[in-house]
């Protein structure tokens, strides 16, 4: 058995990352084997293993099967930017069958899969395709993330509409907490459920070193058939 999802966001750094930890960290306590993929990467820094990006390695810390860095991260891209501008001037090229063959190995080797794209729904990663088209071919069901804060509600409807319209069913989402100053917090999550009308998986309060911690205890993984 082998169940996967897409996590994507509302825009950048609404907290994809965060909330695939807090998913997958839900998911291992359950009792299930769960990989971590991020297919495309654009921003890397140096490690002592090479250049590695710093989303991958918190997914790669959260996943329970033996993996190494290629298999959570085929496609890494150095340069900090969009991953179209990152592949152009890197002379690389996103390769969809690679990213199809890294997701059904993990596939193969655990019983839950979450695949974090980058950046937003419509993230470029040529002139001509988006990841979202890939995600399409694979028929992901997507979790969406919504970073609390002000202009979110005009962001997350537009991307619920363009996920649907791309024939995609949205399975939950959440709400990541990105500034602790955000006025109406409460009743922007309350206008949120409802108009995106699926399951919250959870909120996510602000905190510090968030990337350090257990955040299990904030999702409900449930609505995802487990």
Request: a negative charge.
């Amino acid at each position: 058995m082998n169940k996967s999802f897409f996590v994507t966001g509302t825009d950048t750094e609404v907290g994809k990352t965060v909330a695939s930890m807090a998913v997958m960290q839900a998911v291992s306590k359950a009792g299930y084997s769960v990989a971590g993929y991020k297919p495309v990467a654009a921003g890397s820094k140096e490690t002592e293993q090479g250049p590695m990006n710093s989303d991958a390695i918190r997914l790669r810390e959260c996943t329970t099967v033996e993996v190494s860095y290629e298999d959570v991260n085929p496609c890494l891209l150095h340069a900090a930017c969009s991953p179209h501008i990152a592949a152009e001037l890197e002379n690389e090229t996103v390769d969809f069958s690679l990213l199809t063959d890294g997701l059904k190995n993990l596939q193969a080797r655990s019983e839950f899969t979450l695949v974090e794209g980058a950046g937003g729904w419509r993230v470029p990663v040529t002139y001509d395709t988006t990841l979202a088209d890939w995600v399409v071919g694979e028929k992901l069901p997507v979790i969406l993330v919504v970073g609390i804060k002000l202009g979110c509600l005009n962001h997350a409807y537009l991307t619920a509409e363009a996920i649907r319209r791309d024939g995609m069913e949205i399975v939950g989402w959440v709400a990541n907490r990105v500034n602790p100053g955000t006025e109406h917090y409460s009743d922007i999550v309350k206008t949120l459920e409802h108009h995106l009308k699926v399951p919250k998986l959870g909120e996510i309060p602000y905190m510090p070193s968030i990337k350090s911690r257990d955040l299990s205890g904030y999702i409900d993984i449930s609505p995802l058939g487990l």
